[in-house]
């Protein structure tokens, strides 16, 4: 068993378990593993999550508790089949349409601002170049918003991005932003209207700024040694 398919059971049972509000204990030993029929089940959402790495392991464990009410436990069986794919598909669609305000929603913002920044950095760019940044042909921010690594209100305070998004061919925008795609203006005027998340925006795109810049001046003075 590799220290990839433990790591993923180990989330199964945190995920699980603290969504239903019961304490759990995390495997440590895991001989003899092999010959249970939960490794057969590990084994199958490991090579399908390998597959599709856009999915998050952690939120997919955790969509059906949010979908569905009535669920007391979950076996990890349930996690191989089209059920749980539809559940995360779901969950992912009311996460994009939950309040900018929403408690969730304001610990997302925060999440994907320190993902800009950290891909900022490491790619060596400011962050004004970020909405411009591709990887391949394809704008690296659109594939972070498919893999759900940055909020959709994320986007208001980047230059520009109205006319990049109705640029975009509609198929590649279909493929990369879904229905927002052409619904942008209605998330930008529910970001407008929000109270806590366009502030906490505004003011977290002025810190990585900043920092991304600091840390980008140092890199380039270490090359240049």
């Known amino acids: 068993m590799t220290a990839k398919e433990q790591s993923l059971y180990n989330l199964y049972l945190m995920v699980t378990k603290s969504s239903q509000n019961k304490p759990f204990t995390l495997r440590k030993n895991f001989d003899g593993f092999e010959d249970k029929p939960e490794y057969l ?14 999915i998050k392991p952690e939120l997919y464990f955790k969509a059906p508790f949010m979908i569905y009410d009535d669920l007391d436990y979950i076996s990890l069986d349930f996690f191989t089949t089209r059920k749980a794919l539809k559940a995360y598909t779901v969950y992912m669609k009311q996460k994009n349409e939950e309040s900018p305000d929403s408690k969730e929603h304001l610990e997302f913002i925060k999440e994907s601002l320190r993902f800009i920044a950290m891909f900022c950095i ?4 400011p962050i004004r170049e970020y909405v411009t ?3 391949g042909v394809t704008y690296s921010w659109m594939k972070h918003f498919k893999e759900h690594n940055i909020s959709v209100y994320v986007l208001f305070e980047l230059p520009n991005i109205f006319n990049i998004v109705g640029q975009t061919p509609e198929d590649e925008k279909e493929l990369f932003l879904g229905d927002i795609g052409n619904k942008l203006h209605i998330y930008k005027m529910k970001y407008m209207n929000s109270k806590e998340a ?4 505004r003011k977290g795109y002025k810190k990585i700024i900043t920092l991304v810049d600091q840390q980008n001046k140092r890199k380039k003075t270490r090359d240049n040694i």
């Open 198 to 201: 366009i502030n906490l925006i």
């Open 122 to 125: 490491k790619n060596k760019i």
């Open 133 to 135: 940044h591709k990887t």
């Open 41 to 54: 089940y590990i084994k199958k959402i490991s090579k399908f999550l390998n597959k599709f790495p856009q």
